[in-house]
């Protein structure tokens, strides 16, 4: 007698919790050859506007905690992937219809770069900030500040390596992150959040939506209490009307990137989401 | 706004109750009253919670939560400072939005009663009427452990520095105890401390403190006894203990003031206070109201909520419909 399969329900991540979309809706995602893989939670404006609240009640904490700390709460998520690595090697396989090579190559890379930019975490305000030179008695310091609450598009193209690659700098620098993985290959995503929800990471510094980016950033994009908005997978949307929604609360924008080296990583993608504080002090109190 | 008269309070008492409210005869009469059916009450409460509030609907609610709001501070940091900010939210709830409706009353410590009076000057007046009145806790608020001679005295200073409204807290432990009439004695004399040297007297809300009743059949008890000794509203909660104000506790007090109309043809008004933040939960109140006692009582002088964080995600909604897009803290004040 055979055994009946046990097949697994992807459901969204917000605020530590995995809830159904709020819609009840979802939608089947299904391999490169066109076969059934799950059914995948299709989130609304809703789930989105909950992810936001999470988040920004994570932010506090996160931004709150010592740049060490956050290096080695960034650096165990690597640890914890690669423990699964078995798991994401078989998943990417199947979704994107990639080799077994391929796909342990992308899950390799993405474990590199997490911890890569878990290294960044107490470091990169010594490489973006600055002592300044004034004109009198007193010591001038930048220092890059965390923005708040990033939502981000992830790259569509990509189930595992994309999504790394947009999420890990905002967590860096002390943001928590609201994104809406590729529409695509959604099932990695929720794998990852599994990982993100056993490690060390607080609730809410990292939200994660599956379904239509197209209807879901619209009201990432307008919302008032987003600091910042990583439109990196956004390319197919219209990114413009984007930009412009977020212009009008006076977010931070990154634009949409295309090809094989989208997202590489760089010191920019952790600056790009802090902000500069500027504080004077006096030299001598005598 | 005025509270009824202490002698027709009496009266009714009396004429219901069919003797002197002594231990007792109100012992007889409340423990006649029957048990509450927790489980239905419950479902009930969640049911009414389950409606669908479309869009025009819900701009008409938030508008009239606002207007039902008694914006409260009751913290012993309080300053006059505080207050004065406190009342000139009260006025303009959302300075980017002139038409954003004022809130009913603020609600403060006695002390503070006179900071508030000057700080609204002529917005100062009855919430029928579009204007804000002034409500006071009393009564060694939130506890009641002190002698009545202390809880008059408190209550009559408030009532003579200009508060339009009494909170005063029911003795839970003489409640407790089985001193049924304790209690109403206590509610009656600073009933007649609310009154005013021109004759008028200032509106009473009897808090019962249900978070601390433990049983829903010692809740309908206590609201019967507040009324009859003459509240004009009955209070969930000081919002000082857990549990404040619930959907169920709420809808039970509604239904002892709806049997009371039906009783006696007089209309006593509720104020569910303590742990109600959000939108969402003010409009399941509404509905709650206006399913149990009618549309009528959503009115100032019927029903109010005490609250402080409501009013901020309020706004925030109100914001969300006007503008389309969802908005966030950094567009409400800092409380």
Known sequence: MSRLTVPKTYKLFIGGAFPRSESGRTYEVTSASGGFLANAAKASRKDARDAVVAARGAVAGWAGATAYNRGQVLYRIAELLEGRRAQFVAEIEEAEGVSRAAAGAQVDEAIDRWVWYAGWADKFAQVAGNANPVAGPYFNLSVPEPTGVVAIVAPQDSSLLGLVSAVAPALVAGNAVVVVASERFPLSAISLAEVLATSDVPKGVVNVLTGSPAEIAPWLASHADVNALDLVGAGALDWIELEIAAADTLKRVHRPEQGADAAAPTLERIVGFTETKTVWHTKSLR | ?335
């Not at chain 2, 520095?161 to 839970?172: K, L, N, P, Q, S």
């Open chain 2, 1 to 335: 706004m005025t509270g009824t008269t202490l002698v027709a309070a009496r009266e009714r008492a009396l004429a219901v109750l069919g003797g002197d409210p002594d231990d007792a005869t109100l012992r007889r009469y409340l423990h006649g009253i029957p048990g509450v059916d927790a489980v239905g009450l419950e479902q009930r409460a969640a049911g009414l919670g389950t409606r669908s509030i479309k869009t025009s609907s819900k701009a008409w609610a938030l508008d009239r939560i606002i207007s039902l709001i008694d914006l409260t501070t009751l913290e012993g940091a309080d300053t006059p400072g505080k207050v004065r900010s406190l009342v000139a939210k009260a006025q303009t709830p959302d300075p980017a939005d002139p038409g954003a409706p004022r809130v009913a009353a603020v609600c403060v410590y006695g002390d503070m009663v006179s900071t508030a009076v000057e700080a609204l000057g002529a917005a100062h007046g009855d919430p029928d009427d579009g204007a804000i009145s002034v409500a006071a806790v009393a009564t060694a608020f939130p506890s009641g452990r002190a002698s009545l001679d202390i809880k008059l005295a408190d209550t009559a200073e408030a009532v003579a520095a200009g508060a339009d409204e009494i909170d005063m807290v029911i003795d839970r432990g003489a409640f407790l105890a089985g001193r049924y009439g304790l209690v109403f004695d206590q509610i009656a004399a600073v009933k007649a401390a609310c009154r005013r040297a021109d004759g008028t007297s200032a509106s009473l809300k009897v808090i019962l403190e249900t978070g601390e009743l433990v049983t829903y059949d010692n809740v309908r008890r206590a609201s019967w006894l507040s009324i009859l000794a003459g509240g004009d509203f009955i209070k969930t909660s000081t919002g000082k203990v857990q549990p404040a104000a619930t959907l169920p506790v709420t809808l039970l007090m509604l239904e002892v003031v709806r049997d009371w109309h039906r009783l006696t043809g007089h209309k006593v008004g509720v104020k569910p206070a303590g742990g109600i933040r959000t939108s969402k939960d003010a409009i399941k109140y509404l509905v709650t109201v206006a399913e149990t006692v009618g549309e009528e009582w959503l009115v100032p002088h019927l029903f109010r909520f005490g609250a402080s964080s409501l009013l901020n995600d309020v706004l925030l909604q109100r914001q969300k419909l006007a503008s389309g897009h969802y908005s966030g803290a950094d567009y409400v004040t800092i409380d």
